[in-house]
């Protein structure tokens, strides 16, 4: 029996997908509609007068209140991280290469000296941040070293003598690379370097280097390269920096984490390198969070551009001389784009549920929220947000055929642009490791014991746990085949508890099976990297799993708090959303007799319903962005 029609109350929607920062949201509109005819690159542009261009922009934003959103009140900010965020994610229905300018020169360059800096920094430096005058970089990765960064080998020793540090690239590998607002307009750079005192190496460290004259000329001993054409962003001039024996004084040092006397006296809070390293690295998860609202932003223009495409474009129809009907009436096409639509409003809830606990720990340092299942957050939902992004925006691309393919619809833009989201701020596939590593510190006091009591216990808690997920599965489903009276296959495939117990379960099951992988390495006395290097696979499926259960946790939640007008239209995204991801892991659930066969078939045929229940209304959906027209100028895209 077809499912009931729905409806889109669009405003209410909108309010919920925009809450709690729709004023910002606003303002940002504004902003992006007032420096609309500045976006893109003109095709009789060089690259130079284009990043001139997005420069400019950004000198102009930089003058309003939205640049000082994260920064302190004392310092011409308006302290609201939060805020910032959304604004940033807002920013990426605009032009891609100024979203990333901003993010470099406010979120990592201006977000370092804050975090890492300490007062006399924040005093002296926050203010030209935040209006533009001080335009800075943020020159973390080398050639040798982008993903490790703790073996980073630029190096800044402390020369006593003369009270300062001396900063310098030993070798070619250890050349800072990539780095945004390098190659032409960077005036500073935030450098990460070995940290070396007294003959001493202190782990990697921060500090802010003058790298060009106010004129644009290299600075002495620094010598400054383009790194040469990208596959997008041509409005971001990445380059590639060299320092030979650079000096600058002691206080250049952000010392918030470790500091040198005049003496050459180190001292640090934290006494552990590696765990006072990643406690910096901590501090700058606001980049990581804002690139996962980019990403979402991105798909839900991409959809918009596809799903009112697919309405209006016809093809094909019957035989009677009927005429043809709109490629979305199809159910292939249906499959291709309305899962994805519900699962970017899915990132979209989750990201603001991200945003919210990531505003509270900054604002109130007191805030009882843990950075470390923070930061173990905001890299899972990374990941899928930008994975996510690059299969939409192709997919749209490829569902608008060959109109999507042109320049003017905007699609191709967005594709290029969009691709490297799943590499900076921490390449997805490692930043999985880092969820993995948070999921499985559950275990860790079993793995600290290293004995055979310790073997047992985790043994035994994979029986029970195995135990419990096929006992407490089971009635879930069983109950729900009795509330109706069909009792077929597909009963309770609506129920979200039934969701979660299929997500949960998978999760579990990779957390135990890799726990007990794991420890059998150790306890046969295997080197413990070469464990690691065979279960790795296992790690990363583990962090998918993980990652998609909190995707899915965050959506039910704010669907529990959403207005009553919206909750129809949400459950059915919901259920799509989570038995799209139980149809795509079928396999793993088949394997794992979490699914018969039958009811994996019931899935599939769920999964399509929905599809036609919701394509319907997926152009009323993708309103309740409500992306301004200035904004939208796909041509394909026009009503
Ligand atoms: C356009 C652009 C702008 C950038 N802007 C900046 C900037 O402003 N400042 C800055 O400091 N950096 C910047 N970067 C650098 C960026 O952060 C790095 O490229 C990124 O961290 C990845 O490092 P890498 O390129 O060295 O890749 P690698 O770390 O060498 O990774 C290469 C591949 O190996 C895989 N891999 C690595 N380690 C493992 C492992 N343990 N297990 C399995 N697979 C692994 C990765 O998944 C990846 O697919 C920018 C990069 C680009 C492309």
Redesign the pocket.
């Known amino acids: 029996m077809p499912a009931s029609p729905l409806t889109v109350d669009v405003g209410a929607l909108t309010d919920y997908l925009t809450a709690p920062y729709a004023e910002t949201v606003e303002r940002v509109w504004d902003d992006l509609i007032e420096h609309a005819g500045e976006f893109g690159r003109r095709a009789d542009e060089t690259i130079d007068a284009y990043r001139d261009r997005i420069l400019a922009v950004l000198l102009a934003l930089s003058g309003t209140d939205r640049s000082g959103l994260g920064f302190p009140a004392e310092h011409g900010g308006s302290g609201s991280p939060g805020e910032s965020v959304a604004a940033f994610q807002t920013l990426a229905y605009g032009d891609l290469s100024l979203l990333v300018m901003l993010g ?1 020169q406010f979120g ?1 360059f201006g977000g370092a000296i804050l975090n890492l800096g300490t007062e006399p920094h924040h005093e002296a430096y926050l203010r030209d941040v935040i209006t533009g005058r001080m335009l800075g ?5 080398e050639t040798a ?3 490790n960064v703790a073996h980073l080998e630029t190096t800044a020793t402390y020369d006593r003598d003369a009270s300062e540090f001396v900063v310098n690239s030993p070798t070619p590998g250890s050349y800072k690379d ?3 607002n390098a190659a032409r307009h960077g005036r500073w750079a935030v450098v990460f370097a070995q940290l070396v005192v007294g003959g001493v190496r202190r782990g990697v460290h921060a500090l802010l280097v003058r790298i060009r004259e106010d004129d644009g000329t290299p600075r002495p001993g620094v010598d400054i390269s383009d790194c040469g054409p ?1 596959l997008g ?1 041509d409005g ?1 001039d ?1 380059g590639r920096i060299r320092f030979d024996q650079v000096r600058v004084p002691r206080e250049a040092l952000l010392n918030r984490y470790g500091d040198v006397a005049p003496d050459g006296t180190y001292t640090s809070v934290i006494d552990n390198a590696d765990r006072r390293f990643f406690t910096m690295l901590g501090t700058l998860v606001r980049g990581r969070i804002s690139v996962g609202g980019a990403a979402v932003s991105t798909s839900k223009l991409a959809l918009t551009i596809a799903i009112r495409y697919a309405n209006r474009r016809h093809q094909f129809g019957r035989t009677d001389g009927s005429p043809e009907v709109p490629i979305l009436t199809y159910r292939q096409h249906q499959r291709r784009l309305i899962p994805l639509l519900a699962r970017t409003i899915a990132l979209s809830a989750a990201q603001q549920a991200l945003t919210g606990a990531m505003n509270e720990s900054f604002r109130d340092p007191g805030a009882v929220v843990d950075r470390r299942v923070l930061e173990s957050r905001a890299a899972g939902h990374k990941a899928l947000a930008t994975w996510h992004a690059s299969d939409t925006i192709q997919t749209c691309r490829e569902a608008c055929g060959g109109a999507g393919y042109l320049t003017a619809n905007m699609l191709g833009a967005l594709r290029a642009d969009t691709d ?1 989201f799943t ?5 997805n ?2 930043l999985l ?1 880092l969820v993995a590593k948070d999921v499985l510190s559950e275990f860790r006091d079993g793995f600290n014991a290293l004995n055979p009591v310790g073997t047992v216990r985790i043994i035994a808690e994979q029986t029970v746990d195995a135990f419990v997920e096929r006992t407490s599965l089971r009635p879930v489903v069983e109950r729900l085949r009795d509330a109706v009276p069909s009792r077929g296959d597909d009963a309770g495939l609506g129920d979200r508890r039934y969701h979660a117990e299929m997500l949960r379960t998978r999760e579990e099951h990779l957390r135990t099976g890799l726990a007990m992988r794991l420890r059998r390495g150790v306890d046969r006395g295997e080197d413990a990297f070469e464990v690691f290097i065979r279960c ?1 696979d296992h790690v990363v499926s583990l962090a998918l799993a993980a990652s998609e259960r909190r995707l899915f946790d965050a959506f039910a939640a704010s669907i529990e708090k959403a207005r009553a007008e919206v909750r129809p239209v949400l459950d059915a995204l919901c259920a799509l959303y989570a038995l799209s991801v139980i149809e795509r892991e079928r396999g793993w659930y088949l394997e794992h007799r979490r699914l018969s066969a039958a009811r994996s078939k019931a899935i599939t045929a769920r999964v399509g319903a929905l599809c036609e229940q919701l394509a319907p209304i997926a152009e009323s959906v993708t309103d309740a962005f409500a992306i301004p027209d200035a904004l939208l100028r796909a041509p394909i895209a026009q009503r």
């Open positions: 470099v990592l970089c943020f020159a973390m990765t070293h982008g993903s990539y780095i945004g990208k962003l971001v990445n490297v590499t900076f701020e921490g390449d596939t490692v490791q790795e």
